[in-house]
């Protein structure tokens, strides 16, 4: 039976960029669990171009601990690898190559230990969660936990593997983007009076965003857990104008808010919606009343709220022994699970610092804690 390492190898294999299909990935994993006995349960994008997957080893019934990992990759185009990011590489204690730490690790080594999962009765069951799309904003995911509960049977712990160094993270900030399209009136650029500039509106409203976001980190509480201990606005995208010479008639941008948990980014959203129809509209139609500027909202991912008394926090505590209380900024499949009643937490093999990044690695080190993590667990689920 395959090794956590040799697991890996097979699974980095596959190029599963979110650009592409993650189906042959997915195939694979199906005929591995079918050749131990056990069935899947595939839940396809629209056009069945890509898929996630649902396998309950032991008692198909509620309950049990559920593994979750995305099965998707960041782009490796323009970055300057030293070795095939598609091919595991080993440098000393380091194994390189796209998804080792971002997050192949923790279902590969899951994989591999199915054996000792079958080689007593699991009392509880576990099941496999393998998804797709969550580097693109957490798509996939949505539909298969729209099926637990009904057609999927409910767990009672769900861990996200997501690179925490083997630490229990019990929260992390929410997503949530929107898209702001301004449509202006060309004119030429020495008739700056009988144009709306699209690009120049443009930056006023990010502009204004930026002074959203500087009034929350001047209100940040000290004592937040999260690092920054404030909910952020940020713009990392814009397109615009024609020429230097013409007055430009769209600009576009999105806008990417990572939330607080308890925190509201629809109020942003809202607040932003309102200053725009007070002071810019107005000024807009006084040139083009056809001009305007449309917000859209485009991507939502719930955050992971704390929950130390959760079924959850206690056991992969115990397994694990981290007592510790560790907060992280970035998003997860985890509050989607959350907020659909289910008690989680993300702890995976790998460091985050290495996450989209050329030569992308992880520590033997860590593929080892996740193993033995898992043993452990196995051990609590045959009890």
Same mark, same amino acid.
């Not at 599963?16 to 694979?28: E, P, V």
């Not at 006995?37 to 008692?59: E, F, M, R, Y």
């Not at 054996?115 to 998804?131: C, K, N, T, V």
């Not at 992969?316 to 900024?329: A, C, E, L």
């Given at each position: 039976?395959?090794?956590?390492?040799?697991?890996?190898?097979?699974?980095?294999?596959?190029?599963?960029?979110?650009?592409?299909?993650?189906?042959?990935?997915?195939?694979?994993?199906?005929?591995?669990?079918?050749?131990?006995?056990?069935?899947?349960?595939?839940?396809?994008?629209?056009?069945?171009?890509?898929?996630?997957?649902?396998?309950?080893?032991?008692?198909?019934?509620?309950?049990?601990?559920?593994?979750?990992?995305?099965?998707?990759?960041?782009?490796?185009?323009?970055?300057?690898?030293?070795?095939?990011?598609?091919?595991?590489?080993?440098?000393?204690?380091?194994?390189?190559?796209?998804? #080792?730490?971002?997050?192949?690790?923790?279902?590969?080594?899951?994989?591999?230990?199915?054996?000792?999962?079958?080689?007593?009765?699991?009392?509880?069951?576990?099941?496999?969660?393998?998804?797709?799309?969550?580097?693109?904003?957490?798509?996939?995911?949505?539909?298969?936990?729209?099926?637990?509960?009904?057609?999927?049977?409910?767990?009672?712990?769900?861990?996200?593997?997501?690179?925490?160094?083997?630490?229990? /993270?019990?929260?992390?900030?929410?997503?949530?983007?929107?898209?702001? /399209?301004?449509?202006?009136?060309?004119?030429?650029?020495?008739? #700056?009076?009988?144009?709306?500039?699209?690009?120049?509106?443009?930056?006023?409203? %990010?502009?204004?965003?930026? @002074?959203?976001?500087? =009034?929350?980190?001047? &209100?940040?509480?000290?004592?937040?857990? +999260?690092?920054?201990?404030?909910?952020?606005?940020?713009?990392?995208?814009?397109?615009?104008? #024609?020429?230097?010479?013409?007055?430009?008639?769209?600009?576009? +941008?999105?806008?990417?808010?990572?939330?607080?948990?308890?925190?509201?980014? *629809?109020?942003?959203?809202?607040?932003? *919606?309102?200053?725009?129809?007070?002071? %810019?509209?107005?000024?807009?139609?006084?040139?083009?009343?056809?001009?305007?500027?449309?917000? #859209?909202? *485009?991507?939502?991912?719930? $955050?992971?709220?704390?929950?130390?008394?959760?079924? =959850? @926090?206690?056991?992969?505590?115990?397994?694990?022994?981290?007592?510790?209380?560790?907060?992280?900024?970035?998003?997860?499949?985890?509050?989607?699970?959350?907020?659909?009643?289910?008690? /989680?937490?993300?702890?995976?093999? $790998?460091?985050?610092?290495?996450?989209?990044?050329?030569?992308?690695? %992880? *520590?033997? &080190?860590?593929?080892?804690?996740?193993?033995?993590?898992?043993?452990?667990?196995?051990?609590?689920?045959?009890?």
């Amino acid at each position: 039976m395959p090794t956590p390492l040799e697991m890996l190898e097979t699974l980095i294999g596959f190029d599963t960029t979110s650009a592409k299909s993650n189906l042959d990935l997915i195939h694979f994993v199906q005929t591995y669990l079918a050749d131990h006995g056990i069935d899947s349960t595939l839940v396809h994008n629209q056009d069945k171009s890509k898929a996630n997957l649902w396998a309950t080893v032991g008692p198909k019934q509620p309950g049990g601990v559920c593994l979750s990992g995305h099965t998707d990759v960041v782009p490796v185009t323009g970055q300057p690898w030293d070795t095939d990011p598609f091919e595991l590489v080993k440098k000393g204690s380091r194994y390189y190559g796209r998804g #080792t730490c971002d997050m192949k690790a923790f279902p590969a080594t899951a994989l591999a230990l199915l054996p000792e999962m079958l080689a007593r009765p699991l009392i509880r069951p576990i099941h496999f969660a393998l998804s797709y799309d969550e580097e693109v904003g957490c798509l996939g995911a949505p539909d298969m936990i729209h099926e637990i509960g009904k057609s999927l049977p409910k767990p009672s712990v769900v861990i996200v593997g997501e690179p925490t160094d083997m630490k229990v /993270v019990s929260a992390h900030k929410g997503m949530w983007f929107f898209r702001v /399209v301004v449509t202006g009136k060309e004119a030429h650029s020495s008739q #700056t009076h009988r144009g709306v500039s699209a690009v120049m509106t443009g930056a006023r409203l %990010i502009a204004k965003l930026d @002074e959203m976001a500087k =009034a929350r980190k001047a &209100a940040a509480d000290p004592n937040c857990k +999260f690092v920054p201990p404030y909910t952020t606005i940020h713009v990392g995208q814009v397109q615009g104008g #024609t020429a230097p010479n013409i007055i430009s008639r769209q600009c576009e +941008f999105v806008c990417d808010i990572r939330n607080l948990p308890e925190d509201f980014p *629809e109020d942003i959203q809202r607040e932003f *919606e309102s200053w725009i129809k007070a002071e %810019i509209l107005p000024e807009m139609h006084a040139i083009d009343p056809n001009g305007g500027v449309a917000v #859209t909202t *485009e991507n939502v991912v719930a $955050g992971l709220m704390e929950d130390r008394d959760s079924e =959850a @926090e206690q056991l992969v505590r115990q397994i694990t022994g981290d007592n510790d209380t560790t907060y992280v900024p970035y998003g997860t499949e985890a509050g989607q699970f959350q907020s659909a009643g289910m008690a /989680v937490v993300v702890c995976g093999p $790998g460091s985050i610092d290495q996450a989209h990044q050329p030569n992308e690695y %992880i *520590e033997e &080190a860590q593929i080892h804690a996740c193993e033995a993590m898992l043993r452990k667990l196995i051990t609590r689920c045959q009890t």
